[in-house]
């Protein structure tokens, strides 16, 4: 999804946010995708092989200093522009880029509209759905929508997102500061489920991304939102929490984390595992929440709507050991860790240069670099 502007005056940012008539891939210059948080700039891009295969060609983070993007909100153009220029030159010559834009600024609602409608009646009726759904008014917001399900019951249900435009353009503006031409916006949601979704065969997921500082949340329905939400819980008060309790260094919490995590059994780590559990049932209950809310919404007809498959974790704080069963056992359903290569390569004959539990961090740049492809 790329994000449409409602008026014309958005006509200088067509390159972020038109993709209706894409360029055929022959003719399609290199991209990246670049995800930005509030802690960091992760980059990947793609490449195919001679024999049409996916290669990783350049990937990397680079931490950004505190203040320049806060809750996902730009708060400072000109420094976030320094930031991306000073680490283009790790970019494999690439100038183009894709990028995602935070969920906390973002409406993502589901909706239906008759099948066969044209996109430009879509997108009218899309407005009309403003005043009981988006707390902005047209004039000050962009937005887009993506197909869930073109001939569902009551029509063409499609998935919708909405942001106010000066979010938009503030990533516009700094990605052009740069030097750098920015090709589309999506949200995260959007991004991820590009590279974890399997296909047709994938239940609807409650998709759970467990950063440092906090938790996003997205309903996917044959691969796309139609549900965001974040709360403040983060993995970096299980870290904290650990490096109070054992004493060791960071490096050796981490390991201690990911290796043993919610499963030691030592008695001289009981005391790390209690407070690391604390976080682990705070993100549990949120994930309940949205998992028994969605599971059991139904139909005037009393036919379940959105019956809820599995849950499935990214970021880089999901590798806590331990924590897909601990989530598992409140929600009654399976619990995974995404695979952010599923629609990359098989291991068979090629194996990414970065391993599993770091690739959870990469999942929106993998979908980014993607959308590229």
Not at 327 to 333: E, F, S, Y
Request: charged share 25%; with cysteine; hydrophobic share 40%.
């Amino acid at each position: 999804m790329q994000l449409t502007a409602l008026t014309g005056t958005a006509q200088r940012y067509s390159r972020a946010f038109e993709r209706w008539f894409p360029t055929p891939r022959i003719m399609r210059p290199q991209s990246l995708g670049v995800d930005i948080s509030d802690s960091s700039i992760k980059w990947l891009g793609l490449a195919e092989d001679g024999e049409d295969r996916l290669r990783v060609k350049t990937f990397g983070s680079s931490p950004l200093n505190a203040g320049i993007v806060s809750g996902g909100l730009v708060r400072d153009v000109h420094q976030l522009g320094s930031a991306l220029e000073a680490i283009k030159e790790k970019f494999g010559g690439i100038d183009r880029a894709h990028a995602a834009l935070p969920e906390e600024a973002a409406y993502v609602f589901g909706m239906s509209v008759p099948e066969g409608t044209e996109r430009n009646e879509v997108l009218r009726l899309i407005e009309f759905e403003f005043e009981g759904r988006v707390p902005i008014p047209p004039s000050a917001a962009i937005y887009d929508f993506d197909v869930v399900q073109e001939h569902a019951k009551d029509g063409m249900e499609i998935g919708v997102v909405v942001f106010p435009r000066d979010v938009a353009e503030s990533y516009e503006a700094a990605f052009a500061a740069a030097g750098i031409e920015l090709l589309s916006l999506e949200i995260e949601a959007r991004s991820i489920a590009r590279a974890v979704w399997g296909g047709e065969n994938d239940p609807i997921t409650l998709l759970v991304d467990f950063g440092l500082a906090r938790t996003g949340f997205a309903l996917l329905k044959n691969g796309i939102p139609i549900f965001t939400s974040t709360v403040d819980v983060g993995g970096d008060a299980i870290t904290k929490a650990a490096l109070q309790k054992l004493g060791l260094s960071p490096e050796e919490t981490e390991l201690f984390k990911n290796e043993q995590g919610l499963s030691a059994a030592g008695k001289n780590e009981k005391e790390a595992v209690e407070a690391m559990t604390a976080t682990a049932s705070a993100l549990s209950e949120e994930i309940a929440k949205h998992f028994h809310y969605w599971d059991t919404r139904r139909d005037s007809h009393g036919e379940r709507v959105t019956p809820v498959g599995r849950v499935l974790l990214v970021g880089g704080s999901s590798n806590l050991q331990g924590l897909p069963a601990f989530i598992a056992g409140k929600v009654q359903a399976p619990v995974e860790r995404g695979n952010v290569w599923v629609n990359i390569c098989t291991f068979e004959n090629y194996i990414p240069p970065i391993d599993f539990r770091t690739s959870l961090q990469y999942a929106t740049a993998v979908g980014l670099g993607l959308r590229g492809i």
